[in-house]
């Protein structure tokens, strides 16, 4: 639950490029600032991440589940394992680059969007492969949160008893988590190519643009 929760902030953040570089920046070092950042990163990301990626090897390893009666199928137990394989090679990608840059110092507002927009937006052999991996990364984690969910509402009283409440969260949690992968591949593409895929906000100025978009044979 706290990582679900995490995912859901971490989208309402990054959301704010949509109103522009300048004001996402601002959020950011604003963010940043908050008393106590550090040990609620702590409590609330880092050890329950880590708990949760350690339970999860060990199980993928030892084959051993939880529970003597599980609700997922064979298929989905092995699609589980492997959106769970995608996000922690996701974090082994995304978390030197960002959080643990310069030596574990927190970088800036502005430092923090001009290396997202270049980060996504390089490419090679004109693809952008840095972006697909946040794609994927992304679609993993959502896939991970809305099916772990599912798997969480099936084991209670309600969910055994009746097959239309599972059915129902199943569509309910699949549509939820597919608007949460939306939401964050807008903010993907937005930074890859300058124009969102769509917006919910109104537009950004000029002035407060989203940041250079880089040309197709750019590299860094």
Same mark, same amino acid.
């Given at each position: 639950m706290p990582l679900g929760g995490f995912l859901l902030v971490h989208l309402a953040i990054n959301a704010f490029a949509l109103r522009g570089a300048a004001r996402f920046a601002t959020v950011l070092g604003a963010l940043h600032r908050m008393p106590g950042l550090g040990a609620l990163e702590a409590g609330f990301i880092v050890l329950p991440l880590a708990l949760h990626g350690a !339970? =999860?090897? /060990? !199980?993928a390893a030892t084959r051993r589940p939880l529970t003597a009666k599980r609700p997922y199928s064979p298929n989905m137990q092995l699609a589980m394992r492997i959106a769970g394989i995608g996000v922690l090679a996701f974090l082994g990608m995304h978390l030197p680059e960002f959080r643990w840059r310069d030596g574990g110092e927190r970088l800036g507002g502005n430092a923090t969007a001009a290396l997202l927009a270049a980060d996504l937006s390089w490419t090679w052999q004109g693809?952008? /492969?840095r972006a697909l &991996?946040? !794609?994927v990364g %992304?679609?993993? %984690? %959502?896939?991970h949160l809305g099916v772990g969910l599912w798997g969480l509402f099936a084991g209670s009283s309600r969910g055994q008893s009746s097959r239309r409440a599972r059915v129902a969260a199943a569509w309910g !949690? =699949? &549509? &939820?988590s597919f608007a949460i992968w939306l939401g964050f591949a807008n903010v993907v593409v937005l930074h890859a190519t300058g124009a969102a895929l769509f917006r919910v906000t109104p537009a950004a100025t000029e002035a407060e643009g989203t940041g250079p978009c880089l040309p197709p044979n750019a590299s860094h």
């Open positions: !339970l =999860g090897v /060990w !199980l693809m952008p /492969w &991996a946040y !794609l %992304a679609g993993c %984690a %959502a896939f !949690l =699949g &549509a &939820a």
